[in-house]
Each structure stands twice: as structure tokens, then as C-alpha cells.
């Protein structure tokens, strides 16, 4: 069974820092592109960062370039987003997510888009206050 546990959520301040898990259990790893979204209280969740199987691609929204890292350790089936400068808006529940695509996931739609993902976390809440 697939499970991946998103954790290290938290509340900070503007311009805190902080780093989110997500630990895969029952798949493959190193063979999924891996993904975080987040999604906000009235809001339709949003892609945030993406990485590939390989760690050799990386995507992120416009918002988060600059602030936000994502990596990734295959060997112990971790994703990573480290967050820094963190604003208000980027107050949201917080999701990893697993695709694995044939051919391989290709450009920003494929890693930004919701329906590439087969695989969700139960999501970890980040806020952010000003």
C-alpha cells in the first residue's frame, strides 16, 4: 500500500523559515517525479514545486523561485521543501505528491499539473503570520 506522510509544518512569523517532509512508503521511489502543492482556505489547491525522479529537474511557481527548495533523498524515500522568507500568503495546507508517468513526465503543465500525480499526502498545515 502506498502511503506518503507529509510533516514539519508549523506557525512562523514573515520571513520565517521552514523545512516540509514527505516520507514514501510501498512504491518505487526513485522512479516517481515528486510534487508539492498547497492549498488554501477558499482556494483551489496550487502547484508549487517539482522534482524530478532523478533530481535533475526542477520546476516551481513564480511565487515560491527564490524562496522555496525542493530535493530529494531516493535512498530514504524523502521529498523536502525548504521554505524560507515566508509570507502570509503562503499560508496553506501543504501536500506532497507521487507521479509516475511513461514516457516521463516532460515541461512545467506536466509537473504543475494536479491529474500528473497518482499519489497524495494526507497534507501538513503551514502558517504564516504578519
Known amino acids: 500500500q502506498v502511503q506518503l506522510v507529509d510533516s514539519g509544518g508549523g506557525s512562523v512569523q514573515t520571513g520565517g523559515s521552514l523545512r516540509l517532509s514527505c516520507a514514501a512508503t510501498?512504491?518505487?521511489?526513485?522512479?516517481?517525479?515528486m510534487g508539492w502543492f498547497r492549498q488554501a482556505p477558499g482556494k483551489e489547491r496550487e502547484f508549487v514545486a517539482a522534482?524530478?525522479?532523478?533530481?535533475?529537474?526542477?520546476y516551481y511557481v513564480d511565487s515560491a523561485k527564490g524562496r522555496f527548495t525542493v530535493s530529494r533523498d531516493n535512498a530514504k524515500k524523502m521529498v523536502y521543501l525548504q521554505m524560507n522568507s515566508l509570507k502570509p500568503e503562503d499560508t496553506a495546507v501543504y501536500y506532497c505528491?507521487?507521479?509516475?508517468?511513461?514516457?516521463?513526465?516532460?515541461?512545467?503543465?506536466?509537473?504543475?499539473?494536479?491529474?500528473?500525480?497518482?499519489?497524495w499526502g494526507q497534507g501538513t498545515q503551514v502558517t504564516v503570520s504578519s
Open positions: 505528491a507521487a507521479a509516475y508517468r511513461l514516457p516521463a513526465c516532460s515541461g512545467y503543465a506536466c509537473y504543475s499539473g494536479w491529474s500528473t500525480y497518482d499519489y
Open positions: 510501498g512504491l518505487t521511489f526513485s522512479i516517481y517525479d
Open positions: 522534482i524530478s525522479r532523478g533530481s535533475t529537474i526542477t
